[in-house]
Antibody, heavy 121, light 108 residues
Framework: EVQLLESGGGLVQPGGSLRLSCAVS????????MSWVRQAPGKGLEWVSG????????YYADSVKGRFTISRDNSKNMLYLQMNSLRAEDTAVYYC??????????????WGQGTLVTVSS | EIVLTQSPATLSLSPGERATLSCRAS??????LAWYQQKPGQAPRLLIY???NRATGIPARFSGSGSGTDFTLTISSLEPEDFAVYYC??????????FGQGTKVEIK
């Protein structure tokens, strides 16, 4: 059974940092791209970042480029999102999502349950 | 960046009725469009990819069509569990991969 479990969310002050983690199981992690997608309270979905399962090519939305870093540890079946210089507009539920393919295609066949990040003073 | 516009914002229907949801792209995305369903408090679920391919385990009452800039998600006969928010996503021109703003299908 495929499982994705996010953790690391919480309350952080503007300008602060947070690292999200996503523990996966039930599939060969190296063989699939992974992404982070977020959803601000009461709003729609926003793609944030993706990383391929092979050469590790990374992609970022302009809204987070230079502040967020996606990484993965294939030996531990873990996906991460390091978030720095956080802003109020980063407040959202963050989902990790498994791609159907080795490269990022945004065809996400499995999702985690999400972790809430709140940026507020 | 490709902008996806979904209509209507809200669709009020009764169980058993047919639902027709629209997604229009600001430029051609060929057939690189997916549909996701999201219920309150839950993660999204993949319904359709490449405009018309049903994902694993998705009932046949869900169908997708279209190409270029105009796409449609049709639910042939609404079941109680189908009342949710539906998002389209384009994967033609990236990054970023972009979502539409969503269509809420609510019980009339």
């Amino acid at each position: 059974e495929v499982q994705l479990l996010e953790s690391g969310g919480g309350l952080v002050q503007p300008g602060g940092s947070l690292r999200l983690s996503c523990a996966v199981s039930g599939f060969i992690f190296d063989n699939y791209a992974m992404s982070w997608v977020r959803q601000a309270p009461g709003k729609g979905l926003e793609w944030v970042s993706g990383k391929s399962g092979s050469d590790g090519t990374t992609y970022y939305a302009d809204s987070v480029k230079g502040r967020f870093t996606i990484s993965r540890d294939n030996s531990k079946n873990m996906l991460y999102l390091q978030m720095n210089s956080l802003r109020a507009e980063d407040t959202a539920v963050y989902y990790c999502a498994k791609d159907r393919y080795l490269v990022v295609t945004a065809i996400y066949d499995y999702w985690g349950q999400g972790t809430l990040v709140t940026v507020s003073s | 960046e490709i902008v996806l516009t979904q209509s209507p914002a809200t669709l009020s229907l009764s169980p058993g009725e047919r639902a027709t949801l629209s997604c229009r792209a600001s430029q051609s995305v060929n057939n690189y469009l997916a549909w996701y369903q999201q219920k309150p408090g839950q993660a999204p679920r993949l319904l359709i990819y490449n405009a018309s391919n049903r994902a694993t385990g998705i009932p046949a009452r869900f169908s997708g069509s279209g190409s270029g800039t105009d796409f449609t998600l049709t639910i042939s006969s609404l079941e109680p569990e189908d009342f949710a928010v539906y998002y389209c996503l384009q994967r033609s021109n990236w990054p970023p991969w972009t979502f539409g703003q969503g269509t809420k299908v609510e019980i009339k």
